[in-house]
């Protein structure tokens, strides 16, 4: 078949991932769809895989995923006859610590509550499951009977012929050497896909081509995060009693998992201080072979293997083999639209679980292509949730040394990377330093944390309980509601819109009125078609039709994209100034005296009400300072030029002592706005949430002039009856801490998972928000306001009280001043 020169759509890689979108395309209706692979079907990385297909998952996202990746192999399988050497395994994780152990009852009592099956199960089990694991050092494993095997360039192969059999055309042996794009108002969009055996005019195009979609993405201008790392495997000969029936095995604070192959185990490692691949070691026509053994690297890892398995001590090694895997810089993989190009999409950086997550994850991004937006919240995996940044290929190559143990590190809550930090430093990053601060990352930047008291030395390291800086943020949090605090805010995105139709564009990108004087601020936000969110921000009018758009750190790029994208051909100008600007948030009953002391502005409530801005000398500099608060007291946000930022806060810290001004990090905010039931983005709300679900309705106007983008799915919702509400539940403190995803029951029925949690101090109780439902019918104020609730944490369900409102200042009268 001759290569077309035309295509509605093309998929670039021919891998599980490229092979799963270009049939879930057709599934759904979409024809002239090509996929091109440089060398045969599966020969970069799927078909050296381990094949390894585990169900339960962290997120109920990625389990479904999962469940939908299992459901395409095997009807493939069966539509086309090729056999995918499926195996109904089971798996188990071994415990040797009491957070692994948490960790899967936290996993245990999530997939639970979506009806799957996972025990945690002491030793003695873990010996009748798997009678060659050593278990006299362990505590326990998880055991999840729902988990499979395949044979991963089978797969390939199925999916890639009931692609055909669709009407797929998939090309061999052609190389992608350029991506075509055409300027489309503010933004660029696909016109065709180069190869060397001809072009292909395109209006969509998909990256699916594993360890080299950072390069192919490069062809487009765009940057795609991931960098190949080594993985290696062993395989034994034969040993007497292993066979297939034996479970997928994990010892993860070991770095190892284990199958059974052909009689013998295939035991596969997942190492601290990986090393990265460097391009000439990866060149384009790198196909179905392997990287140099390098045994001195993995001589610890495999004497770990053989304390976890003793029979490897006398059993012969087969086979050590070497191949690359992609991985991203947080560990999720990479999907959805490409920044600044409309058109072009990924699936890609799977970090070693491809073949059981593509399958899925391909019907989320197809169902996305076709319908324009996803029908599952996958703002965890959405590709802009990078800086352009990030694709810097030395700091991916950083990163990647700690990227595949973290698969097997226990996913503990604000756990932090080591490597590949202080790429982005705002100029307040050595005064905080100086202050005791304890950094962590917002997309590449580094913010406070929490400041350790008097430069004392606190211990804080990870855990599902009370953490060793609770005294600490205590004290910020306290500083907040009866004093003053000060926070950064720097890594929050700042983007200029301005022109002749910048009210126009932002009135139909946001669900309230923007129209109004100069210095007012807005909070909104932007919904997609279904009435979901695309953000939460907020907008303020600065002067006429310039409009400075305030957003989340993690958001930016987003939020830049989406902003674009509306844009067309309308007279405006999108200017990302994130870095321009340095962020210090004052807030506090203290903070309009402290603000005073170096300003020349009237700062009372006449002058400088709540939600208005203005420009103010501060200090020896300016700065736009919106009266607005994430704590719910009496506070500003302040964004000053770079170059004076310093000063500014030198000024600030000068006149702040005698009124008790304390530094002030991000797990302090975050407890601050849980006791106000504020939402964040990424967590209570998402795409597949709507305002009216997430009780902001306050934050949509109907009736104003412009008819903002979701107001019909909204107003169906509305008449509807809103069937899925946002609740805020306190309860005592436990030994384990709410987190997030626990389960959530109402008189012992599942309606619903935790969102977001923190330690309210000013109550003195845990605070949570979650998603509720009830059954098919809408959720009323009676249904939260009775009957019994509680929440599982770890296994343990701990008695709740619900409630529609904040439990601290419910009326926000304290930060209207």
């Not at 090393?275 to 001195?296: M, N, R, T």
């Not at 950094?439 to 953490?467: I, L, S």
């Not at 564009?505 to 919904?527: E, K, V």
Request: proline share 6%; charged share 25%; glycine share 10%.
């Amino acid at each position: 078949m001759a290569l077309p020169d035309q295509a509605r759509a093309v998929v670039i890689g021919g891998g599980v991932a490229g092979g799963s979108i270009a049939y879930r395309l057709a599934e759904l209706g979409w024809t002239d769809i090509v996929l091109v692979e440089r060398n045969t079907v599966s020969s970069g990385t799927t078909w050296h895989a381990a094949g390894d297909v585990v169900i339960i998952r962290g997120s109920l996202e990625l389990t479904q995923m999962m469940r939908d990746s299992v459901s395409l192999y095997t009807s493939a399988s069966a539509e086309t006859g090729q056999d995918i050497g499926l195996k109904h395994c089971g798996a188990m994780s071994l415990a040797q610590t009491e957070h692994r152990l948490t960790d899967y009852r936290r996993q245990a009592a999530l997939f639970g509550s979506i009806g799957g099956e996972a025990d945690v199960v002491p030793p003695e089990q873990v010996a009748q499951l798997n009678p060659f694991v050593r278990n006299d050092d362990i505590l326990g494993a998880l055991h999840v009977p729902e988990a499979y095997r395949v044979n991963p360039a089978d797969v390939a192969q199925a999916v890639s012929k009931a692609a055909r059999n669709r009407g797929v055309g998939v090309f061999e042996n052609t190389r992608v050497t350029g991506i075509e794009t055409q300027r489309a108002g503010h933004t660029r969009r696909v016109a065709a896909v180069q190869t060397d055996q001809g072009r292909i005019a395109c209006e969509t195009a998909v990256l699916a081509g594993g360890a080299w979609s950072r390069d192919i993405g490069r062809l487009a201008g765009v940057s795609v995060p991931l960098h190949a790392v080594e993985h290696s495997y062993l395989i034994t000969n034969a040993i007497d009693g292993v066979d297939d029936r034996l479970p997928i095995s994990r010892d993860p604070d070991a770095y190892i998992y284990s199958r059974e192959e052909v009689g013998g185990f295939l035991i596969g490692f997942f190492e601290p201080d990986a090393k990265p691949l460097p391009k000439a070691q990866l060149p384009d026509d790198f196909s179905f072979a392997s990287l140099p053994e390098d045994w001195d690297h993995l001589e610890p890892h495999v004497t770990n293997a053989i304390n976890r398995y003793p029979v490897l001590e006398t059993a012969g090694i087969k086979l050590l083999f070497t191949g690359p895997e992609s991985f991203t810089p947080d560990g999720a993989f990479l999907m959805g639209p490409a920044p600044d190009v409309t058109g072009l999409y990924a699936l890609t950086g799977m970090n070693s679980s491809g073949i059981g997550q593509s399958g899925g994850a391909a019907k989320a991004l197809a169902e996305w292509i076709v319908g324009g937006e996803p029908t599952i919240d996958i703002t965890a995996f959405d590709m802009r949730r990078f800086p352009r940044v990030f694709g810097n290929t030395a700091w991916l190559a950083e990163r990647a040394r700690e990227l595949p143990s973290w698969l097997f590190d226990p996913n503990l809550p604000r756990r932090e990377h080591k490597y590949a930090r202080n790429l982005r430093l705002s100029a307040f990053h050595s005064r905080f330093e100086a202050a005791g601060a304890r950094f962590g990352q917002a997309a590449g930047w580094e913010r406070p944390n929490w400041f350790a008291p008097n430069g004392r030395d606190v211990d804080d390291p990870p855990t599902y309980k009370r953490p060793g800086w609770f005294d600490a943020v205590a004290e910020e949090h306290r500083a907040a509601r009866e004093a003053v605090a000060l926070f950064e805010r720097t890594p929050m995105a700042k983007i200029l819109v301005e022109g002749p139709d910048a009210e126009q564009l932002l009135q139909t990108a946001c669900a309230n009125d923007l129209s109004g004087p100069d210095g007012r601020l807005i909070y909104t936000a932007m919904l997609n078609s279904n009435g979901g969110f695309e953000s939460d921000l907020t907008v303020t009018r600065l002067a006429g039709d310039r409009f400075l758009v305030i957003t989340g750190a993690n958001e930016g790029v987003r939020d830049y994209d989406h902003i674009t994208r509306l844009a067309g051909d309308r007279k405006v100008s999108i200017t990302d100034v994130t870095s321009a600007y340095a962020g210090l948030a004052l807030t506090g009953p203290n903070a309009r005296e402290l603000l005073s002391r170096i300003t020349e502005n009237d700062l009372s409530d006449e002058a400088f009400p709540y939600l208005s801005a203005q420009e103010v000398w501060i200090g020896p500099g300016h700065a736009w300072a919106l009266r607005v608060s994430y704590a719910g007291e009496l506070g500003w946000e302040l964004f000053v030029p770079t170059e004076s930022a310093a000063a500014v806060y030198d000024a600030m810290v000068a006149e702040g002592e005698d009124l008790g001004l304390a530094h002030a990090g991000a797990y302090a905010s975050n407890t601050l706005r849980m006791e106000k039931g504020f939402r964040a983005w990424g967590h209570d709300i998402t795409p597949v949430e709507t305002p009216l679900e997430a009780g902001l309705g306050f934050a949509v106007r109907f009736d104003k002039q412009v008819p903002f983008i979701g107001r019909d799915a909204l107003l169906r919702q509305r008449d509807d009856g809103v069937r899925k509400r946002l609740v805020v539940f306190t309860m005592d403190e436990t030994e384990h801490w709410p987190i997030v995803r626990e389960p959530v029951r109402r008189e012992g029925k599942v309606v619903g998972h935790l969102t977001s949690s923190g330690y309210g101090y000013s109550i003195g109780k845990m605070v949570s928000m979650g998603f509720v439902r009830n059954g098919g019918e809408p959720v009323e104020a009676d249904f939260v306001h009775t009957g019994a609730w509680d929440i599982e944490i770890a296994g343990e369900r701990v008695p709740a009280q619900a409630s529609l409102t904040a439990p601290y200042d419910p009326r926000s009268l304290r930060m209207r001043g």
